[in-house]
């Protein structure tokens, strides 16, 4: 779909409707960061994907998704292989003490932004379902602008009610840790996007998932980090969960039915012309 030709994807409405999208970005990143060390990592990590369940449902409501067999068991190796790699992370981390208050505001904020990332990656589909790549370059420019644009607001506003501090630009440690967040967020944002446009959210929020072993790898190899066996048999069930997702039989049986309605519509065209 071309920028100029069709009005519908006009300039202007990708800036207005880049907005409300933005502000689900924003607000699901930050809840995010917010509750790191407000609750122990085991209960982040598994809270935190029940938006794979948010993202399930909303499609099913939404965007007309289909829960087939395939899906169903892919959703269940998934939270499998999250229960068994939680046990593993709380065996293997430190038993460090968090107060009541901060636990229950955590999990709140861990809910609620499942539940933002979600509306994100549906809003995303259902506007931007349907466009080029020159436009998705575009769009998520916008949603770069917005969340830098909401961060600064957000982070005075905080301030000012002392809730949160202004981060410390004079801190080196900072200010390295702001560019390379920001130079890792582009792509990844844009890949997110593409995704998402040639494909679907379910697919997406699951197959996604593969980053967790790559970075465990990456930890362990740069880092020397080491992991509970039970993580490692959490996260090859997880990769179990991925791998159906990604099984061809349901396309190729999707694609039969496709074909015998095909072939049966040009057989009532041939017998209305006889």
């Known amino acids: 779909i071309n920028l100029d030709s069709n009005p519908r994807f006009s300039f202007r409405r990708y800036f207005l409707l880049t907005f409300p999208i933005a502000i689900f970005n924003f607000f699901s990143s930050y809840t995010w960061y917010f509750v790191l060390d407000r609750v122990p990592v085991s209960i982040h990590f598994a809270l935190s994907h029940i938006e794979l369940l948010f993202v399930l449902l909303l499609s099913l409501i939404f965007l007309a998704e289909k829960l087939s067999i395939k899906k169903s068991f892919s959703f269940f190796f998934v939270f499998l292989g999250i229960i068994l790699i939680s046990i593993g992370n709380a065996k293997w981390s430190t038993s460090t003490q968090f107060s009541t208050s901060q636990t229950f505001t955590a999990y709140i904020a861990i809910f609620l932004g499942a539940l933002l990332w979600a509306v ?14 020159h436009a998705i370059f575009l769009i998520n420019t916008f949603i770069g602008v917005y969340v830098l644009f909401l961060f600064w607001i957000v982070a005075f506003l905080f301030w000012y009610i002392h809730f949160e501090p202004i981060p410390n630009l004079h801190s080196s440690q900072n200010i390295s840790f702001l560019f390379v967040n920001s130079a890792f967020s582009v792509p990844y944002y844009v890949v997110y996007g593409i995704a998402l446009t ?6 997406v929020s699951v197959t996604s998932l593969i980053q967790l072993p790559v970075s465990y790898a990456v930890d362990g190899l740069m880092l020397g980090d ?19 997702m990604n099984l061809r039989w349901e396309c190729v049986g999707k694609r039969s039915e496709e074909v015998g309605e095909e072939e049966m519509e040009e057989e009532k065209k041939q017998l209305v012309l006889n």
């Not at 040639?198 to 697919?203: A, Q």
């Not at 080491?226 to 159906?244: D, K, N, P, Q, S």
Request: net charge positive; hydrophobic share 55%; no cysteine.
């Open 226 to 244: 080491r992991f509970a066996l039970m993580t490692i048999v959490g996260t090859v069930v997880l990769m179990v969960g991925v791998g159906v």
């Open 198 to 203: 040639y494909t679907s959210p379910v697919w």
């Open 120 to 133: 994100y990656q549906i809003l995303y589909k259902k506007f931007f379902g349907e466009i080029n790549l």
